[in-house]
């Protein structure tokens, strides 16, 4: 089977281009599960009813978080509506909203865990022990485990990689806006790539107008960051899984505007 995964969807642009593309995007690649980050869909912090409706309805069989999980209320209403949308594991234990989900096809059982790193960002109970302890506690209940790194740090990605390498079927970055050139298949048979990219606006600094962040950085003096308006392109990476091993065989990066 072939694994759809969409980086960072930024704003409302974002998840029109999503409720546009995404259909015909799984029918070119022979997608038949879908994983989207959306914890930038709500106007660039957060995510509300209509960002994840618009995601859902489109097409994502599971909508991942970030750091900005908790930036919308709304996000609340769509835990208590136990909506296939998971925030990381790692934040501590009576948090509202699950850090996992495990989705049955029909066909095989796969688990989508979200988790986020601690390197210049909030820090939460550790996500390489959340993550062990998870998998451990899922592995006999799916045939996929698919794991959304939210992560500042290019080594607490790839040592996250690297540390779950044979345990899950796949690891991936999010969070950085930039897609990496790494994909690749570990030696323990684990796919993997530092960061997946965005879904947002060309020509912009990770999704804002350039010309905010080039004065910040002159100035040193914040400014309110607005989304820029250019053209949409969509980041992702398209997983291989063998139907029978359920082990991945290829990841391949693509960009799509």
Known sequence: MNILVVGDVIGQAGVKFIRDKLSGIKKLYGASFCVING??????????????????????????????????????????????????????PGTAGEGYLIIDTGAVKICVISLLGRVNLNNLDCPFRCAQELILKVKDRCDII??????????????????????????????????????????????????????GPVNSVIGVKKEIIISKFLTNIHQKFEISDNPINLNGIILTIDDKTHKATAIERISIS
């Open 39 to 92: 914890e930038n869909s709500a106007n660039g912090n957060g995510i509300n009813v209509e960002s994840s409706q618009g995601l859902l309805l489109a097409g994502a069989d599971v909508i991942t978080l970030g750091n900005h999980t908790f930036d919308k209320s709304d996000v609340y209403k769509l835990f208590d509506e136990k909506l296939p949308i998971v925030r990381p594991a790692n934040y501590p």
């Open 146 to 199: 698919l794991v959304d790194f939210h992560a500042e740090a290019t080594s607490e990605k790839i040592a996250m990689g690297y540390f779950l390498d044979g345990k899950a079927t796949a690891v991936w970055g999010t969070h950085t806006h930039v897609q990496t050139a790494d994909e690749r298949i570990l030696p323990g048979g684990s796919a993997y790539i530092t960061g997946i990219g965005m879904t």
